[in-house]
């Protein structure tokens, strides 16, 4: 039983944390509504976000994100929960090796490969095009989600699949008639982390493309920063509007995201 000492204890500690975590939220909103201007008055200026939007291109932008984001979440989704589901519930010859060597996509960083994907993908042609910045980002985004769903399937109740195969059902039916709908927890959490690495991504679109109309996001914030090193306001704007569709998706699938987390960390 937990004294009324503790729990108060354990409340302050959140609490401190919580303002901890929220204070650089609020300071960029507060930059983001405020006036760069001298004198410019203490009310909030909306239009700032406007002005953001037109000045930095950010519709170009978001628009070449959410594209990007679609299409890896889309990809790496379904071949996670097809390794996820091979590598959790057979067993073939090799399994171990090749789910250790997929493994390297998460343990080797980017960083470490992308001036030789970058020549590779200079050889076929495909620089500067939309496949060179999605494809790399399925292959890291499809590493992590094998291994999560692995855990997932591994984790599944034996009963269940064993009735579903004395009832007749294949490995198809299996896989997306009981598992996938039994496991919407696991995968919204994978979905909202993929999105969001993805989302957030930079040096991949910054080595690939050259072409404006193909920047994502947070690269257009980069040299909508080196535009305006002096308008702050402008810059928390465009910040904000960059951060906006991360942080509504998270509101969104909340309950899902934080449920899935917890299963995971029990099992």
Do not use: C
């Given at each position: 039983?937990?004294?009324?000492?503790?729990?108060?204890?354990?409340y302050a500690?959140?609490?401190?944390?919580?303002?901890?975590?929220?204070y650089?939220?609020?300071?960029?909103?507060q930059?983001?509504?405020?006036?760069?201007?001298?004198?410019?008055?203490?009310?909030?200026?909306?239009?700032?976000?406007?002005?953001?939007?037109?000045?930095?291109?950010f519709?170009?932008?978001?628009?070449?994100?959410?594209?990007?984001?679609?299409?890896?979440?889309?990809?790496?989704?379904?071949?996670?929960?097809?390794?996820?589901?091979?590598?959790?519930?057979?067993?073939?010859?090799?399994?171990?090796?090749?789910?250790?060597?997929?493994?390297?996509?998460?343990?080797?960083?980017?960083?470490?490969?992308?001036?030789?994907?970058?020549?590779?993908?200079?050889?076929?042609?495909?620089?500067?095009?939309?496949?060179?910045?999605?494809?790399?980002?399925?292959?890291?985004?499809t590493?992590?989600?094998?291994f999560?769903?692995?855990?997932y399937?591994?984790?599944?109740?034996?009963?269940?699949?064993?009735?579903?195969?004395?009832?007749?059902?294949?490995?198809?039916?299996?896989?997306w008639?009981?598992?996938?709908?039994?496991?919407?927890?696991?995968?919204?959490?994978?979905?909202?982390?993929?999105f969001?690495?993805?989302?957030?991504?930079?040096?991949?679109?910054?080595?690939?493309?050259?072409?404006?109309?193909?920047?994502?996001?947070?690269?257009?914030?980069a040299?909508?920063?080196?535009?305006?090193?002096?308008?702050?306001?402008?810059?928390?704007?465009?910040a904000?509007?960059?951060a906006?569709?991360?942080?509504?998706?998270?509101?969104?699938?909340?309950?899902?995201?934080?449920?899935?987390?917890?299963?995971?960390?029990?099992?």
């Open positions: 039983m937990i004294s009324r000492g503790e729990r108060l204890g354990n500690v959140l609490a401190l944390f919580a303002v901890i975590a929220v650089p939220v609020l300071l960029i909103l930059t983001a509504l405020s006036n760069d201007q001298i004198g410019g008055g203490g009310s909030f200026h909306w239009e700032n976000f406007a002005d953001a939007w037109d000045q930095g291109h519709g170009s932008y978001l628009r070449t994100s959410v594209i990007v984001a679609v299409l890896v979440v889309g990809l790496s989704t379904l071949l996670s929960i097809l390794a996820g589901y091979a590598f959790g519930t057979m067993r073939f010859r090799g399994s171990e090796v090749i789910f250790y060597l997929i493994l390297l996509g998460i343990m080797v960083p980017a960083e470490a490969l992308v001036i030789a994907l970058y020549f590779d993908l200079r050889e076929l042609g495909l620089t500067n095009t939309l496949v060179a910045i999605v494809m790399p980002q399925v292959a890291q985004s590493a992590f989600g094998t999560w769903m692995r855990a399937f591994r984790g599944s109740s034996r009963e269940v699949i064993e009735a579903a195969r004395i009832d007749g059902a294949g490995h198809w039916a299996t896989l008639r009981i598992l996938v709908p039994m496991g919407r927890p696991a995968l919204t959490t994978m979905i909202v982390l993929v969001m690495w993805t989302w957030n991504e930079f040096l991949i679109p910054l080595i690939m493309a050259t072409d404006e109309s193909l920047r994502t996001a947070p690269l257009g914030l040299f909508f920063q080196g535009q305006y090193t002096s308008g702050t306001a402008l810059l928390a704007a465009g904000t509007l960059v906006l569709p991360v942080v509504v998706l998270y509101l969104f699938l909340q309950r899902h995201f934080i449920r899935g987390m917890v299963e995971g960390a029990v099992k």
